[in-house]
């Protein structure tokens, strides 16, 4: 059994209990981090810890811990869990109250960590490239946060898996913003387009450091949401996750991106990500 974190206390995980009253359950009341690792590492933590405690700032949740304590945390699940290659989930609820819609006073949140292993690699992804579908976005306003409250996300997500595809790209009034779980990158003329930091997408880390490696490669950035139809008309397309890493695309919709087959550039950004890890 993997040992968990809840408040304060290490565990077993299959013995972890909440109470029904709690706001995460009731309400979906609640923010989540996700931390990959590897090497025992975890990867780019200091902006991850940043994520989170903005999340509970924007939602109005007390940090109950200070960063040191957070870290803590995290380093003690990694040792417990004897793996090298994981990922750390952390939740964060505004606790335990009676059902109203108003804020609890005086009520501690109720925090939660547990590790996965990491993900079995799916090597075809990155010789063929993946396949999404485009859906419309029916999200609230405040994608930036990020909240458990994932309904939306999950059911464009199964709409994907009916379609036979690996992810749904979410488009709203004509413009792409990001994945049901990643963020979006469009490569034309050897011109790279992502969309902006905004409230309209989750502000992803493995997008930032992307970001960050075609600033080092010296390859054109614009921050700007691109139209479906650009989309498609795309030289490549790549999706990037914390546990995906860089996925290049090759289907949209039943059709080709450009040869079918993931992109040059895509390659080099894949080679230069492995090497931050």
Not at 190 to 210: H, Q, S, W, Y
Not at 224 to 240: N, P, Y
Not at 241 to 251: D, L
Request: hydrophobic letters at 40%; charged letters at 25%.
């Amino acid at each position: 059994m993997s040992t968990a974190y809840l408040n304060g206390e290490y565990q077993p995980l299959e013995e972890c209990k909440i109470s029904v009253l709690d706001r995460g359950f009731i309400f979906g009341d609640a923010i989540y981090e996700l931390i990959p690792v590897y090497d025992s590492k975890p990867f780019y933590l200091s902006a991850h810890l940043k994520r989170l405690f903005r999340s509970m700032d924007q939602v109005n949740i007390a940090n109950p811990y200070s960063k040191q304590q957070w870290m803590d945390i995290i380093q003690h699940l990694i040792d417990e869990s004897g793996l090298q290659k994981l990922s750390v989930y952390l939740q964060v609820t505004r606790g335990v109250a009676p059902r109203d819609h108003a804020f609890p006073t005086e009520t501690p949140p109720t925090v939660f960590g547990m590790t996965n292993p990491w993900p079995q690699t799916n090597e075809d992804i990155y010789a063929n490239g993946a396949s999404v579908v485009t859906v419309e976005d029916m999200r609230w306003d405040r994608c930036d946060i990020k909240v458990t409250s994932l309904l939306a996300n999950v059911m464009k997500k199964q709409e994907a898996i009916e379609h036979q595809a690996h992810e749904a790209i979410l488009v709203r009034d004509g413009y792409v913003l990001e994945g049901s779980s990643t963020n979006v990158f469009v490569v034309k003329n050897d011109e790279v387009n992502t969309a902006p930091k905004n409230n309209m997408i989750l502000p992803g880390i493995t997008r930032d450091v992307v970001v960050d490696i075609l600033h080092e490669l010296n390859v054109p950035l614009i921050e700007q949401a691109v139209a479906k139809q650009e989309l498609k008309d795309a030289d490549e397309v790549w999706i990037t996750s914390s546990t995906k890493e860089c996925v290049p695309v090759t289907q949209i919709d039943g059709q080709a991106v450009n040869t079918g087959k993931p992109g040059e550039l895509w390659k080099r950004v894949f080679d230069a990500y492995q090497q931050c890890k």
